[in-house]
């Protein structure tokens, strides 16, 4: 069973209606879609991939190997045990990208500041869209999303960026790439490897992939949404699995509420019958 994927540019012409409501059936049944034509160049992306791929071979796999994941992964195969998994850590090497840290970003990659501050910039816009097109199919008014997530100010909500890489694993079912778990933010867009699966959703007790897609964005709604759709929209679990082979690139980007934020569901969606 594919993740469902949406053609976001026909949320504009004839058949806006019926893209509309299969944005809400992808919120409220699955938490998860992939989007196409969503507005962000493809050579803008391209740019993503390269600089994010060779930021990992400068700057971060050399440490990537000493780091705990691995050590911890070599005493338990040492010691030859068929039954033990590591579950207190992930294969995951991981940083993060905010406005607010910008003088701790890599800075040995040749374009990767420059490509990621315009890549951030498009997906902020990006996330507004998408939250935009969820109030219209919850009902709510342009923008409600926006304002509960900044609360009384203009534009707090965080918003960061989550560049991960999973290499390859040489007993992959030994730990996990990234533990089981839900989103606790808001609207969550990630641009995953074209190439290498392992993300999985959990949908009606069984773990499903999600399909690698060239240059889409995956959508999940976070925790704060489910929250403040009164239920109606879904926060679900997810993975991602180690594996033997390549080298996993992942790029999520977060528009999360302000720390000062009150997340509630609106009057409106308070209705009998209203959440799930």
């Given at each position: 069973?594919?993740?469902?994927?949406?053609?976001?540019?026909?949320?504009?012409?004839e058949?806006?209606?019926?893209?509309?409501?299969?944005?809400?059936?992808?919120?409220?049944?699955?938490?998860?879609?992939?989007?196409?034509?969503?507005?962000?160049?493809?050579e803008?992306?391209?740019?993503?991939?390269?600089?994010?791929?060779?930021?990992?071979?400068v700057?971060?796999?050399?440490?990537?190997?000493?780091s705990?994941?691995?050590?911890?992964?070599?005493?338990?195969?040492?010691?030859?045990?068929?039954?033990?998994?590591?579950?207190?850590?992930?294969?995951?090497?991981?940083?993060?990208?905010?406005d607010?840290?910008?003088?701790q970003?890599?800075?040995?990659?040749?374009?990767?500041?420059?490509?990621?501050?315009?890549?951030?910039?498009?997906?902020?816009?990006?996330?507004?869209?998408?939250?935009?097109?969820?109030?219209?199919?919850?009902?709510?008014?342009?923008?409600?999303?926006?304002?509960?997530?900044?609360?009384?100010?203009?534009?707090?909500?965080?918003?960061?960026?989550?560049?991960?890489?999973?290499?390859?694993?040489?007993?992959?079912?030994?730990?996990?790439?990234?533990?089981?778990?839900?989103?606790?933010?808001?609207?969550?867009?990630?641009?995953?490897?074209?190439?290498?699966?392992?993300?999985?959703?959990?949908?009606?007790?069984?773990?499903?992939?999600v399909?690698?897609?060239?240059?889409?964005?995956?959508i999940?709604?976070?925790?704060?949404?489910?929250?403040?759709?009164?239920?109606?929209?879904?926060?679900?679990?997810?993975?991602?699995?180690?594996?033997?082979?390549?080298?996993?690139?992942?790029?999520?980007?977060?528009?999360?509420?302000?720390?000062?934020?009150?997340?509630r569901?609106?009057?409106?969606?308070?209705?009998?019958?209203?959440?799930?």
């Amino acid at each position: 069973m594919a993740i469902p994927v949406i053609d976001f540019s026909k949320t504009e012409g004839e058949e806006r209606s019926r893209t509309l409501a299969e944005i809400a059936h992808c919120c409220e049944e699955w938490g998860f879609f992939q989007l196409v034509n969503h507005g962000i160049s493809e050579e803008l992306l391209e740019r993503v991939k390269k600089v994010a791929s060779e930021c990992y071979k400068v700057e971060r796999e050399a440490g990537f190997e000493e780091s705990e994941p691995v050590k911890k992964l070599k005493e338990l195969m040492e010691k030859k045990s068929c039954d033990e998994r590591i579950e207190d850590v992930d294969w995951e090497d991981v940083f993060l990208l905010t406005d607010d840290n910008a003088d701790q970003w890599p800075s040995k990659t040749a374009g990767f500041r420059d490509t990621m501050t315009e890549y951030r910039s498009e997906l902020k816009k990006l996330a507004v869209r998408v939250m935009e097109t969820m109030d219209e199919t919850l009902g709510l008014p342009k923008g409600y999303i926006k304002k509960a997530f900044n609360g009384e100010e203009e534009d707090v909500a965080f918003f960061g960026t989550k560049v991960s890489h999973y290499p390859p694993c040489p007993e992959p079912e030994k730990v996990a790439g990234l533990r089981a778990h839900t989103d606790a933010g808001g609207v969550i867009l990630l641009f995953q490897d074209d190439e290498v699966e392992s993300l999985q959703i959990l949908k009606d007790g069984v773990w499903l992939d999600v399909q690698p897609l060239k240059n889409a964005i995956v959508i999940n709604t976070g925790d704060q949404v489910e929250v403040l759709s009164n239920g109606r929209y879904k926060s679900v679990w997810h993975r991602i699995l180690a594996m033997p082979h390549g080298n996993r690139r992942s790029i999520a980007s977060f528009y999360n509420p302000s720390i000062e934020a009150t997340i509630r569901p609106p009057p409106q969606l308070l209705t009998e019958g209203a959440g799930a």
